[in-house]
T-cell receptor, first 110, second 114 residues
Framework: GDSVTQMEGPVTLSEEAFLTINCTYT??????LFWYVQYPGEGLQLLLK?????DKGSNKGFEATYRKETTSFHLEKGSVQVSDSAVYFC?????????FGQGTRLTINP | EAGVAQSPRYKIIEKRQSVAFWCNPI?????LYWYQQILGQGPKLLIQ????????DSQLPKDRFSAERLKGVDSTLKIQPAKLEDSAVYLC????????????FGPGTRLTVL
């Protein structure tokens, strides 16, 4: 079945550092790919999405490119801020079901 | 556009009691989902509705969990009787039926079973 694997956390960076959170997937067909962010005590918020190969999703300085050849959707940001501290989930939408990775906790220190 | 609404935000009960959660999806979203998120894990789908019909309830523990979506809008998830391992955040999400649209999540209900 469909599955998503994220890099294990937690990840701790200093403010203004470069961020990469790796995500790879296994799926049949042509899924849509998403990154969701969960701030402490809140629900999941859609951060960005890509619906086909080579699409780049971007929002709030975050980017991710749908790479079909490597089955990856890595999340990147050039300069992180303390306010980016949260848990990040990579997910794929198959025919009906949204499948999540296990989440990566990111902490940014000032 | 209003987001997905859920209530209550927090609930504490003792084991063997019953509890119910309510969700109001984004207007016009035909598909509604309930997820269980245990601390430190990703959300796990419990049940999916399309309008007022169940599409997938394969991971719903039907001996104690039930859900309904009367009139194809609001939904209620019930647990009866609750167990300690039901302590989790219960998330509701909704999605437009057509196209490759994303799911949008509510703030969740944090359930603690003592």
């Amino acid at each position: 079945g469909d599955s998503v694997t994220q890099m294990e956390g937690p990840v701790t960076l200093s403010e203004e550092a470069f961020l990469t959170i790796n995500c790879t997937y296994t799926a049949t067909g042509y899924p849509s790919l998403f990154w969701y962010v969960q701030y402490p005590g809140e629900g999941l918020q859609l951060l960005l999405k890509a619906t086909k190969a080579d699409d780049k999703g971007s929002n709030k300085g975050f980017e991710a490119t749908y790479r079909k050849e490597t089955t990856s959707f890595h999340l990147e940001k050039g300069s992180v801020q303390v306010s980016d501290s949260a848990v990040y989930f990579c997910a794929l939408q198959g025919a009906q079901k949204l499948v999540f990775g296990q989440g990566t906790r990111l902490t940014i220190n000032p | 556009e209003a987001g997905v609404a859920q209530s209550p935000r927090y609930k504490i009960i003792e084991k063997r009691q019953s509890v119910a959660f309510w969700c109001n999806p984004i207007s016009g979203h035909a598909t509604l989902y309930w997820y269980q998120q245990i601390l430190g894990q990703g959300p796990k789908l419990l049940i999916q509705f399309q309008n007022n019909g169940v599409v997938d309830d394969s991971q719903l523990p039907k001996d104690r969990f039930s859900a309904e979506r009367l009139k194809g809008v609001d939904s209620t998830l019930k647990i009866q009787p609750a167990k300690l391992e039901d302590s989790a955040v219960y998330l509701c999400a909704s999605r437009k039926m057509e196209g490759l649209s994303a799911q949008y999540f509510g703030p969740g209900t944090r359930l603690t079973v003592l």
